[in-house]
């Protein structure tokens, strides 16, 4: 039997209760401790998002240690946006601390886009992608909207301004969806608003030195399997480019 496993992206609540339920295991308990001192020695992280990602990530990192130890092997990996620091980790291709570190530097962009205006994110279910492409029309009137996740082909996010994702949320529901509803994200991520400052994650980054995945990795922007020469390009690239999970 082949194993697969998949790490989530951007969440809008703290996984807290699920780090405490992990510390608990002797497995997780060291990963989950390092992390949180980790966050607990940067009085800079201010905002709720960057505390929520840093610890869906931690969270991801140590239950794939659980599944490595007691269950059986892992025959792929793969990831849903934010999600690819974890995996990255689980692969062996990011040291734990590292990834910390990236984790941290991702929302620091996001944190100075978010100051910029008032953005959020929608998932739409129930329609399909030419019905979705014209709530987008029509939503742009309010301000920049874009298509972040084609999770299936009946789920979507909707990613940009708030009002224009608002606007969408009500065109959507009038068009049939069986659901539209604001995520609480906050920033637009996987939307070109982010592309210039996905840059300084390059700069900050570029000398690293990343190693080729240990089990077999799928990325969510081209559903390509992972080299080392690729990882620090879709690392800056995930911010920005859509989901298309889909595909």
Known sequence: MNIAVCFP????????????????????RPIVLEGLRYIESHDELASGRSIHWLQTYISGVACY????????????????GTGFFAA??????VSFTNGLKMVRAACSILD????????????IIGLNRDEINGICSI????????????????????????KAVVAAC?????RGAIEAKLLNIGVPVHTNLLEWSSR???NQFGTHTFSNPEVMTIEHIYGQRVIAGSILDLLSQQLFMPVKWAR
Request: aromatic content about 6%; overall charge negative; some cysteine.
């Open 170 to 174: 009500d065109c959507a529901f009038n």
């Open 9 to 28: 992206g951007a969440v809008s609540t703290a996984p807290s209760n699920t780090l405490d339920q992990l510390a608990l295991n002797p497995i997780a």
């Open 65 to 80: 240690e659980i599944i490595r130890e007691t269950g059986p092997a892992i025959s792929a990996i793969t990831e849903h």
């Open 200 to 202: 300084h994650f390059l």
């Open 139 to 162: 939503a742009a009137e309010s301000g920049e909207i874009y298509l972040a996740n084609v999770n299936s082909p009946t789920q979507f996010v909707l990613s940009g301004h708030k």
């Open 112 to 123: 100075s886009i978010a100051a910029q205006g008032e953005f959020d994110m929608a998932s």
């Open 88 to 93: 990255l980790v689980a692969a062996e291709s």
